[in-house]
């Protein structure tokens, strides 16, 4: 497990915020978002529905929205502690140090702190026949960004808000600078 | 372009190499590559056939294997120079430092000197209609790890290898260290 996990690089370390209809908040670490495609914007997940990700997925399903928030320095094991399997009445803000937030009557929670944060729309799904795992694709529908992060050119500067990369099942890596390379032409 | 793409957080650093029937290599950087399932281990990656990754994608059709090597300290700017939209007749390894080996008679050339090489045989794609693009997913035939990387429990130490995360289109990061929390059970 460990191996097979670690074996194809970093991973974006992200919370996943939902809520279900009934009201109850939900948040799990995520390492399978990844950029699908810029116009429309769009990022999808793999997730299991037979495991501790089911939650999310159902309420995603359920309501159609979700939220992004980037796992960074000063939350590590609080966001590391939502892989924990808790039964669905109980939401992971109550059981950490993390803190649910609302914008612009947005339905599902935003993390509080995490310097990116993303209102997401869900948009389709694929099954997986080799594995049985489910690709979820969403949207971005709102984008909201720590100022000190943003470069005049659009580039999120990932490392100014000291924000994690996956290692593996449990290792969390932050990289203190960023290199830039320009736009390659062949020689 | 820029803040989308880096608004999902750290991405995958990896080279895909690949030969063609005319025993033409290529070699291209990729930021999608994602874990997909330990049982069979699975990874899987996102292209656009349109675009420069078009070789790779036709190679790994036509022949069925490909190699997945971590980008690393050592060779960021050739690695980010794959980018560069050459014809399929030409080899970015005779337009780098990047050079090919072989390995146990597998097709696909490797990058040398990365400190993770995976040998990846294809199994299925999904077109996803969202945006054209399309889910490429492999099997990992085969694994070869600089031994400096790997701890006692098969849990492989990125940062000893100073492998690099890509940050939006063009950021190469690198973390001095990893921090490991243990399984998580609810509190």
Do not use: W
């Amino acid at each position: 497990m460990n191996l097979i996990n670690s074996c194809s690089g970093y991973k974006s370390a992200n919370l996943l915020g939902t809520k279900s209809n009934e009201g109850i908040e939900n948040v799990a670490v995520f390492s399978s978002v990844t950029h699908i495609g810029s116009n429309p914007p769009m990022l999808g997940f793999f997730c299991r529905p037979t495991t501790v990700t089911r939650h999310t997925y159902d309420n995603i399903k359920n309501t159609g929205f979700y939220t992004i928030n980037h796992i960074h320095d000063a939350i590590l094991e609080d966001a590391h502690h939502t892989s924990a399997k808790y039964d669905s009445d109980i939401s992971e803000f109550d059981k950490t140090q993390l803190s649910s937030e609302y914008k612009q009557e947005f339905h599902a929670p935003f993390v509080k702190s995490a310097p990116i944060q993303l209102a997401m729309e869900f948009v389709e799904e694929y099954h997986i026949k080799a594995n049985g795992t489910l690709l979820v694709i969403g949207k971005i529908v709102g984008l909201h960004i720590n100022d000190e992060l943003l470069e005049a050119d659009g580039f999120i500067n990932l490392s100014k808000g000291k924000v994690a990369a996956i290692n593996g099942l449990d290792g969390y890596a932050i990289s203190p600078s960023t290199t830039r390379f320009k736009y390659q032409r062949p020689k």
